[in-house]
């Protein structure tokens, strides 16, 4: 299956894909450039941000994005080039950023704080809802990643990658709770999960960091697919193009040795994939600027 590369930019931490059906525009972040990049037809355009960010979600009105970032949400505007703040964490601790995220069913942003300086469980995640309340829903996180949702929006995914697992949770659509947490899949290797997509099957795919390769879970957790891309590090995948049908996968670059760039020239890259199946528009945030 021939993975393309879409941009070799070598971010050093590449994350974040989203298609906006309405713009027909790719957007990604570098989440330690830090910046936000886009991919208009064949045209890259770029925003520098003022500090580290880890996710990006659609409004559901207007052209601007919503962002995770170190200290809370902003509020980015790619084409005035401004970033507005939108709603602070209540309960900021040193050393944390916000790093995954992604916008439920409803319109809810969820997305979770980790430790950037030692890999401890210190991190949580939390839940902006459209009035701008942040709530926090989960603790002793180390690494948050691979939020997503069943199509219909029942089942939420989250994995924390250093605990080698995706975890789901019955999920109430209409008060935003989730519950009954079990293990959705144990990833043995070669990779850890990082960043994930449900396609229009209901099925996960998640890019496996330090393992290469994205790998498709069934709804019932058995892995259905793997498919190799040309570098160490995938971080995160979501669908897009006219028909949903084709899966954009960002990279890392960061911590390779010179020896390793020198073996995966195409490191911190943006990569595009059709794996014979489609997709969801990405569900958008019901909140705004005032």
Same mark, same amino acid.
């Given at each position: 299956?021939?993975?393309?590369?879409?941009?070799?930019?070598?971010?050093?931490?590449?994350?974040?894909?989203?298609?906006?059906?309405?713009?027909?525009?790719?957007?990604? !972040?570098?989440?330690?450039?830090? =910046?936000?990049?886009?991919?208009?037809?064949?045209?890259?355009?770029?925003?520098?941000? #003022?500090? $580290?960010?880890?996710?990006?979600?659609?409004? =559901?009105?207007?052209?601007?994005?919503?962002?995770?970032?170190?200290?809370?949400?902003?509020?980015? %505007?790619? %084409?005035? @080039?401004? !970033?507005?703040?939108?709603?602070?964490?209540?309960?900021?601790?040193?050393?944390?950023?916000?790093?995954?995220?992604?916008? *439920?069913?409803?319109?809810?942003?969820?997305?979770?704080?980790?430790?950037?300086?030692?890999?401890?469980?210190?991190?949580?995640?939390?839940?902006? %809802?459209? *009035?701008?309340?942040?709530?926090?829903?989960?603790?002793?996180?180390?690494?948050?990643?691979?939020?997503?949702?069943?199509? *219909?929006?029942?089942?939420?995914?989250?994995?924390?990658?250093?605990?080698?697992?995706?975890?789901?949770? %019955?999920?109430?659509?209409?008060?935003?709770?989730?519950?009954?947490?079990?293990?959705?899949?144990?990833?043995? @290797?070669?990779?850890?999960?990082?960043?994930? =997509?449900?396609?229009?099957?209901?099925?996960?795919?998640?890019?496996?960091?330090? @393992?290469?390769?994205? !790998?498709?879970?069934?709804?019932?957790?058995?892995?259905?697919?793997?498919?190799?891309? #040309?570098?160490?590090?995938?971080?995160?995948? =979501?669908?897009?193009?006219?028909?949903?049908?084709?899966?954009?996968?960002?990279?890392?670059?960061?911590? $390779?040795?010179?020896?390793?760039?020198?073996?995966?020239?195409?490191? @911190?890259?943006?990569?595009? !994939?059709?794996?014979?199946?489609?997709?969801?528009?990405?569900?958008?945030?019901?909140?705004? $600027?005032?």
């Amino acid at each position: 299956m021939k993975v393309e590369c879409l941009a070799a930019l070598g971010n050093r931490l590449g994350e974040s894909p989203l298609w906006c059906n309405r713009r027909r525009r790719l957007y990604w !972040v570098d989440s330690r450039g830090p =910046a936000l990049h886009w991919l208009d037809g064949g045209t890259l355009g770029s925003l520098p941000l #003022p500090e $580290l960010v880890g996710s990006i979600a659609l409004l =559901a009105e207007g052209t601007g994005l919503l962002a995770a970032m170190a200290t809370g949400f902003f509020i980015l %505007d790619p %084409d005035r @080039g401004t !970033v507005t703040p939108f709603a602070a964490l209540p309960d900021r601790v040193d050393h944390h950023r916000l790093n995954d995220g992604r916008v *439920d069913r409803s319109g809810r942003f969820w997305a979770g704080t980790m430790n950037d300086a030692e890999r401890l469980p210190t991190g949580a995640l939390y839940r902006l %809802d459209p *009035d701008r309340s942040v709530h926090r829903i989960l603790d002793d996180v180390i690494v948050p990643n691979s939020l997503a949702w069943s199509p *219909d929006g029942t089942v939420m995914y989250f994995a924390d990658t250093y605990r080698h697992r995706i975890d789901a949770f %019955d999920f109430d659509t209409a008060t935003g709770q989730p519950s009954s947490r079990r293990c959705f899949a144990e990833v043995a @290797g070669p990779g850890r999960p990082d960043g994930s =997509a449900v396609d229009a099957d209901g099925c996960l795919w998640n890019a496996e960091y330090a @393992g290469g390769r994205l !790998v498709r879970y069934t709804p019932a957790g058995r892995i259905d697919r793997v498919i190799a891309v #040309p570098v160490s590090n995938p971080t995160c995948c =979501a669908f897009g193009g006219s028909r949903f049908d084709t899966l954009f996968v960002t990279s890392a670059a960061q911590r $390779l040795s010179p020896e390793q760039l020198a073996r995966e020239p195409l490191a @911190g890259g943006l990569f595009a !994939v059709q794996p014979g199946v489609s997709g969801l528009p990405e569900s958008r945030f019901r909140g705004g $600027l005032p």
